[in-house]
């Protein structure tokens, strides 16, 4: 009888023992099914990330492709108006260490030979006046959030250009400030240039006294290092 009781006494000690050992089978089975449907969802939303990555990179690459067409444009139409020769604006987007990154060129033919150098090189520097003033009005152009309303400043612009190309670059000066709508201040030496304004302001310094000029207009001195305006001439110009 103890016999008896004794295996009865084991089998309920392996009742209890497999229950214990079924209940957590089921939590490890539920686990495994929570952590299943956890990394189903990451799949997802990693195949989503992925779709969205390549959406992003082919919507960056078409505005990026839009924009190089658009500079290079402005930059060839810019050129050819004022060397009046058949060279090209070209931009070469190179990817370099993961980041697109681009280099400007410039690319004509010479006989029967192509010619693609950088713009520093070519042109005696003329070719850098020319495309940096048509690049800065084309670039604020494509600001658009916010759009940028300022005006530009061009200090010098031209420059390093000759004086046969300075008349076809006056003209170009003022096209980009129709085309654009855009007000234009200019700080320049050369008559030429002063010929494309719509306003001149002619500055000459006389002992250390600044003196602006309107032509047909009205002179003022200036102070030099102060800044403050002095008396208001006639100086031979109509107010």
Do not use: W
């Not at 000066?173 to 200019?186: D, V, Y």
């Amino acid at each position: 009888m103890s016999f008896i009781n004794a295996y009865i006494d084991d089998l309920d000690a392996m009742k209890n023992e497999y229950q214990s050992r079924l209940g957590s089978k089921q939590a490890i089975e539920a686990n495994i099914a929570s952590l299943e449907t956890d990394i189903k969802s990451l799949e997802d939303k990693k195949d989503r990330n992925t779709k969205l990555s390549f959406l992003l990179q082919k919507a960056a690459e078409l505005s990026r492709d839009n924009a190089k067409q658009y500079l290079e444009e402005v930059g060839t139409m810019a050129l050819q108006y004022v060397f009046d020769k058949d060279m090209q604006f070209v931009i070469d987007v190179q990817d370099r260490a993961g980041r697109a990154e681009a280099d400007f060129y410039i690319q004509y033919s010479d006989g029967n030979e192509t010619i693609k150098v950088k713009p520093e090189d070519a042109a005696g520097g003329g070719v850098v006046d020319v495309l940096s003033t048509a690049l800065r009005f084309a670039y604020l152009e494509q600001l658009k959030d916010p759009k940028v309303q300022s005006c530009i400043k061009l200090d010098e612009p031209g420059k390093m250009i000759s004086e046969v190309a300075s008349h076809k670059m006056a003209s170009f000066l003022a096209e980009l400030k129709q085309t654009f709508n855009r007000q234009t201040i200019m700080i320049t030496h050369n008559d030429i240039y002063g010929s494309a304004a719509d306003k001149v302001f002619e500055v000459t310094m006389i002992n250390a006294v600044s003196k602006v000029v309107v032509p047909n207009g009205q002179a003022l001195q200036i102070n030099n290092g102060t800044g403050d305006l002095a008396d208001v001439q006639q100086d031979g110009y109509s107010v």
